[in-house]
């Protein structure tokens, strides 16, 4: 599968509240290709407002093919823009502007503009995705070099190559621009962006709350502490706080990288930590932590200190999930957050982490571990419940909501001493969840060739019949989440020789057995 292209460092973010009172130059009808040089003085002064969406959501033929129409002199819509004192804004249109820039630049996420910007990091699906664009555009158009060669050397090139240069020279991207201040411009940015394509309403309150401590540290966490730096006015002690706990808590979450079809069980808790989902989940996981029910009643956070503060109540519920911290239970993530086909489940997860603060509200992180291999066995044996639950509710809140309060009934029943047939049994009498049908199968594709979706069925299917489980509770174990237990204490002689160790989940060896 293709992933999309993130040309999010093409165009620089500025803060919106500017200066415009100054005296309006004469405003160009339109830009030609070289106005977008890196060294052109048009390209050095456009900017994207800071409540912009990442510009990451066109596929690597969605971006070929665009900058292909514009080299055939198709017609493209027209940019919007704004301008406030020197400065050029992006109103509408900054995806296909920056579709063109990556082409004239050569870099679609991972040349020397996008490695500033990102400090460098940059995840292996977008190094593949860049790498996709690439081949693209050489294969079916060439690259800005290869047009600015022809020109030079016209006896060396193709002849469609040559007259596709020769275009260049007229071709231009028309322009329009919105009259008024920064309150006008800001209005127009959201009225145009809920037509043609909508914004996700996650995304909408994430870019309304900007300046807010949770879509700060949401931000923080999605780029790992790199990206547009939306926490730079923040003290620099503070600002380097904020993006040491953001790098581990996307450790935590996004690392390894998701491949499909799957063929490891070393999988990240929460999926894919480069795609359009991924910046609404971590938004919604910051709220859901940290309490967040109405952004009206918060206020912006100019010195970094709420922001840290919802950075480490994260760290913290996440450390219960996954890693090596004393206090994390390790959850496997093809038991709890995958499907039986190896697809994420983002409704799963924000289910889980709702039931990590209920047992923090209950403690009842002893009594989930004494049952944690019956509650285990139950999910797998039952993986259609989150499908069901999902396709009745959404992917949101509500359906998380709902997804929780099934888990929970099910962990209060096994800790009860139920059995699973009679949790079933009472299940389908439960007018809450009568809709429920446990022994529902998937439906798989009925190709004869296996596609990814079944390759990831089998080897789930056979990678999990026989995993490594926790030595105390009998939970399956994941590689993120292993400790190396003394089988006889250090306290009673024991010795630290392979005889003496067991594997176990951190919260069993530090908390249970003590």
């Not at 033929?61 to 198709?74: A, P, Q, R, T, Y």
């Not at 918060?298 to 090596?324: H, I």
């Amino acid at each position: 599968m293709a992933h999309l292209v993130n040309l999010d460092a093409l165009i620089p973010r500025e803060d919106f509240d500017v200066d415009n009172t100054g005296e309006q130059s004469l405003q160009a009808s339109t830009i030609q290709i070289r106005n977008l040089e890196p060294d052109d003085f048009f390209y050095t002064v456009v900017r994207k407002p800071d409540f912009q969406r990442e510009t990451s959501d066109w596929s690597p033929e969605k971006i070929c093919g665009f900058v292909e129409s514009f080299l055939e002199g198709d017609l493209i819509p027209a940019l919007i823009l704004w301008q406030a004192g020197s400065q050029i804004f992006v109103i509408d249109g900054a995806h296909r502007l920056s579709a063109v820039i990556a082409w004239v630049h050569d870099d679609y996420g991972d040349s020397k503009t996008s490695r500033n910007f990102f400090d460098g990091i940059i995840p292996d699906d977008q190094i593949s995705a860049s790498d996709h664009t690439r081949r693209l555009i050489k294969r079916r158009i060439g690259s800005y070099v290869d047009h600015k060669f022809a020109i030079q050397n016209p006896e060396k090139v193709k002849p469609e190559l040559l007259a596709r240069a020769k275009r260049l020279g007229s071709l231009a991207i028309q322009l329009q621009w919105v009259k008024g201040d920064a309150t006008k411009a800001e209005e127009s940015f959201f009225k145009i962006n809920q037509q043609a394509s909508p914004i996700d309403k996650t995304e909408l309150r994430l870019l309304k709350c900007r300046r807010l401590p949770n879509a700060l540290a949401a931000r923080a966490i999605i780029r790992s502490g790199t990206g547009h730096k939306y926490w730079s006015l923040f003290p620099d002690e503070m600002r380097r706080e904020v993006e040491a706990k953001a790098r581990i808590i996307n450790e935590l979450l996004f690392s390894p990288s998701f491949r499909t079809p799957i063929k490891t069980l070393d999988l990240p808790v929460a999926g894919r930590g480069y795609s359009s989902k991924t910046l609404p989940l971590v938004f919604e996981l910051v709220n859901l932590v940290n309490a967040v029910k109405n952004e009206t009643k918060m206020q912006r956070d100019d010195s970094g200190e709420e922001t840290l503060r919802f950075l480490k109540k994260c760290q913290s519920t996440v450390n219960r999930l996954s890693g090596v911290h004393a206090s994390s239970l390790g959850l496997h993530p093809a038991v709890y957050f995958y499907s039986a086909t190896g697809r994420y489940q983002p409704t799963a997860f924000m289910a889980m982490v709702a039931l990590m603060q209920t047992f923090e509200e209950k403690d009842l992180f002893r009594d989930f571990t004494r049952i944690r291999r019956k509650f285990e066995s139950f999910l797998l044996d039952h993986r259609i419940l989150v499908n069901q639950v999902t396709v009745k509710y959404g992917s949101g809140s509500k359906g998380y909501a709902r997804l929780h309060q099934l888990l929970y009934w099910i962990v209060e029943r096994f800790i009860n001493g139920y059995e699973e047939s009679a949790i079933l049994k009472e299940m389908a009498l439960d007018s809450r969840f009568s809709y429920l049908q446990p022994a529902e199968r998937p439906q798989l594709s009925g190709r004869q060739d296996f596609d990814s979706e079944s390759k990831s069925a089998v080897f789930l299917r056979d990678a999990l019949r026989d995993p490594l489980r926790c030595s105390i509770c009998g939970g399956l174990i994941h590689l993120n989440g292993i400790s190396i237990d003394h089988v006889v204490r250090k306290s009673d002689g024991g010795k630290g020789s392979p005889d003496n160790g067991q594997l176990t989940h951190p919260y069993c060896n530090t908390t249970i057995k003590n």
